[in-house]
């Protein structure tokens, strides 16, 4: 019998959640953010169900690469960027936008001498400090780029948010009205928005919006359900019942004994751990749910099994359906349990999980 643990994506909550966020920015074009294969939803996966999107957004050129081998044909922006000239090649071989952020990438671009044009997204820094030209010096790189023959004449002016999930903190306005001066009179589309963006700063959506963790119904507001906003969960992570034990009062459960039975009462073991990416910092108490309803976990997480609290639900069986984070159940939930995101849950899903579509 193989392992019982699975990953379903929905697709239809995929799709869905794409309508949703342009319900939410009507007036501008969506970038569908398909980073760290899709935020383990799948690369190929999620791109085919968001191919409803006006471009998609990778980190890495061997994403997009297997974005246009699937048959894809939108706009594919490099985020990151290029990294050495031999970059530029493949750039143009697939026919995919960069972001362009560092001074040695712009020194690349003066010595390119292919003819054929690059479209390029100009990253300035007006407050993540993470990548980016200042924003003190965007008239001047703008300039430098548009002098160039190898440049696409049409250059999108970009910035990153740092706390736009913090709707009444003053630091996204700051970085939106750094923008706005930064880019004053200087043609082309604007992109400032990110998942969190989307939600809570509508004068920030501009041309294009970016959205990644809510396409696949991930919480990217600290405090706020996904749900809150109209999102559904794209990802169930499930496994089943191997086992059912009578544990007697005050035996310890698992690794390091950190659970006592406080009376006699029944463990279930659920075929799932940390070497399928359950976050073993789970602490005793992060919520489940066995045949559709809600119990907890008890004990340390070990590899491959997890146990849990069957005390209310006696007709529990070995084979039992357990839901580790779905539909029922906020992956956000089990996040906050963790002392985690719920974004590091999904990508910490690993390969011996088996990923089924629904």
Not at 2 to 10: E, F, Y
Not at 27 to 39: E, F, L, N, T
Not at 48 to 57: M, P, S, V
Not at 284 to 309: C, E, F, K, W
Request: glycine share 10%.
């Amino acid at each position: 019998m193989s392992r019982p643990t699975s990953a379903t994506i929905h697709l239809d909550a995929l799709r869905h959640n794409l309508y949703r966020i342009r319900e939410l920015a009507p007036h501008s074009q969506v970038m569908a953010v398909v980073k760290a294969d899709g935020y383990v939803h799948g690369l190929e996966r999620a791109a085919r169900a968001l191919e409803g999107a006006d471009a998609f957004g990778v980190a890495a050129i061997a994403d997009a690469e297997r974005l246009r081998a699937a048959g894809l044909s939108q706009r594919i922006v490099l985020l990151s960027g290029f990294d050495e000239p031999s970059d530029l090649t493949q750039l143009r071989r697939l026919k995919l936008d960069s972001v362009v952020h560092h001074e040695e990438q712009l020194r690349m671009l003066e010595m390119d001498r292919d003819p054929q044009p690059l479209r390029l997204w100009l990253k300035l820094d007006t407050g993540m400090h993470r990548l980016g030209f200042p924003a003190a010096r965007a008239a001047q790189v703008y300039q430098r780029l548009r002098a160039l023959p190898q440049v696409d004449s049409e250059l999108t002016l970009m910035t990153h948010f740092a706390r736009s999930d913090e709707f009444d903190c003053d630091a996204t306005r700051a970085q939106i009205d750094c923008f706005a001066r930064a880019t004053e009179g200087l043609p082309g589309p604007r992109s400032l928005a990110n998942s969190a963006a989307v939600l809570g700063w509508r004068d920030a959506h501009a041309d294009w919006v970016r959205p990644g963790g809510a396409l696949y119904g991930l919480s990217v507001v600290e405090g706020a359900a996904a749900a809150s906003f109209g999102l559904k969960p794209a990802m169930s992570l499930t496994t089943r019942l191997i086992a059912i034990n009578e544990v007697a009062a005050g035996e310890s459960i698992g690794y390091g004994g950190t659970f006592i039975a406080p009376e006699r009462m029944p463990i279930g073991i659920a075929a799932i751990g940390y070497g399928d990416g359950y976050p073993r910092h789970a602490p005793s108490g992060t919520p489940v749910r066995v045949r559709g309803q809600r119990t907890l976990t008890v004990g340390r997480v070990s590899m491959d099994l997890l146990a849990v609290d069957l005390r209310g639900l006696p007709e529990a069986r070995v084979g039992d359906p357990v839901l580790l984070w779905g539909p029922g159940l906020p992956v956000e939930e089990v996040a906050a349990a963790a002392g985690t995101l719920s974004y590091e849950l999904t990508c910490g899903i690993t390969r011996r999980v088996r990923f089924v579509e629904a």
